[in-house]
């Protein structure tokens, strides 16, 4: 069974900055990308930033030259360093697993609330 365990996030003035981090156990990740959502109140979940084994990176136009993903692979561990933050970088964020090679697959953490807010 896989599980995302995720840890940090809380309550920042604007332009402050947040880490973020995820643990995730279960599987052999090789094969899978780590990275994390967000989702606004009454909003659809939306990619934040993603990172293959490989260290294969993509973001979200918000996120860059922002935030900062970066994955730990001996650990199954994926983290999130988030600079500059804005009001509107408020939501719960959420560590996603997603498998890619063998079958599409993903897992999700329980989500983390960011809140930037002055």
């Known amino acids: 069974q896989v599980q995302l365990v995720e840890s940090g996030g809380g309550s920042v003035q604007p332009g402050g900055s947040l880490s973020l981090s995820c643990v995730a156990s279960?599987?052999?990740?090789?094969?899978?990308?780590l990275g994390w959502y967000r989702q606004l109140p009454g909003q659809t979940r939306e990619l934040v930033a993603d990172i293959t084994w490989g260290g294969q990176t993509e973001y979200a136009d918000s996120a860059k030259g922002r935030f900062a993903i970066s994955r730990d692979n001996a650990k199954n561990a994926v983290y999130l360093q988030m600079n500059s933050l804005k009001p509107e970088d408020t939501a719960v964020y959420y560590c996603?697993?997603?498998?890619?090679?063998?079958?599409?697959?993903?897992?999700w953490g329980q989500g983390t609330q960011v809140t930037v807010s002055s």
């Open positions: 996603n697993a997603e498998r890619r090679i063998g079958g599409r697959i993903e897992y």
């Open positions: 279960g599987s052999t990740f090789r094969n899978y990308a």
